[in-house]
């Protein structure tokens, strides 16, 4: 399952519709997420139907799943899984879907089961046929089970999305433009609906990176950030002129889809103070900037700045950001998804997540994940908004 990665077993659980008393290294359901390929979940060794052969992982929360990973016994054939179906639950295991079915060699390799992604609270794998040395007896059994997730492939289309964000439709041709623009939308709708199969993703990124590749410049200046042509070197003995025109410092500017304030010309840094639309669904704020022909770092969010964004659902921040304002993503409801790329940050505002979206998960890098949890503490966020790694 290439692009596809299991899901940390942290916050998971197992349990299932039959199981042998724990005898040794065999019996219960959760030896199946203990990292231990020596330990197994078995059905009873009296043997039992197969209606009840199935044994379900709860993820903890909602996640983006798209398949299951399966690993025999070690040796042994009782109760080695040749049928199966999954089953997916959205609603913490009251209620079931089926996801797929299929069936998997008579070894002791890993086997895997794929279907369309979507958003589960559960996964069950249930056995429709297994092997068996005991005659007359019908068993299963698992030594390690994980849950995979298609966000993977997600993340490489939506760092595909936010990497050509920032371009201006007015410094490109017409041509080349649309086709570009009706890349970025198929791109954005795949990310805001997250119900696409891994095939549908993977296009989208391909169309979008070919499609950004093949966009060429047009004639005319873009009126928010013109572009300025570098003087000719008449003389080769002496080096060129330098472009006189710059942004200053403490100024506001407008590059694609947000704007900016010059807070150190000298550092070349800004903060980004706004979105241009208020109907923006994915808020990007990117490590640079390029304003007149110079690239800034954004070390900043301001105070306010995506205030009331009613659409936006997820928002990235680039890995130059040291600081998140008051109040900068302040009522945004509709905001589920917050992932921090940087590993600079130093200070966030008071209700900087204000009025986000309750079950909200705000994604850190691993390496700074408790020096964030506390940095990130009582921000304004419900009690349900989850800060991970």
Sequence with gaps: MEGDIPLTLEGMSASAGNEQAASGAEGPAFNVLDDNHDTMWHTAWDGS???VQW?????GEARLVNGLRYLPRKSNENGLITKYEIYVSQDNGRTYQKACEGDWEADHSWKTAEFSPVMATDVKLQTVDALSAAEGKQFASAAEIRIT???GEYE?????WEANSQRVKTEYTTET????ERAMQKAEQILTQQTADKTAVLLAKEALVRA????????????DNPPVKEPEDKNPQN??????????????????????????AKKQTVQVTGAAKASIKTIAVPAKVTLYGTQYKVTAIADGAFKNNQKA?????????????????????????????SKKLKKAGKNAFWGIHKNAKIKVPASKFKKYQNLLKNKGQGKQVKIKK
């Design 49 to 51: 139907e197969r209606d």
């Design 55 to 59: 044994i379900s992982i709860s993820l």
């Design 149 to 151: 997730t298609a966000e």
């Design 156 to 160: 490489a289309l939506r760092t595909v």
């Design 177 to 180: 433009w649309a086709v570009f």
């Design 212 to 223: 950004a590749d093949a966009l060429k410049k047009a004639e005319i200046k873009n009126p």
């Design 239 to 264: 080096p060129a002129v330098q472009n006189p025109v710059t942004a200053q410092q403490g100024k506001h500017y407008r590059a694609g889809n947000y704007f900016y304030r010059v807070t150190s």
């Design 313 to 341: 659902s997820f928002a990235s921040i680039g890995k130059y950001v040291e600081t998140i304002g008051k109040k900068a993503f302040w009522g945004c409801k509709s905001l589920k998804k917050i992932t921090i790329q």
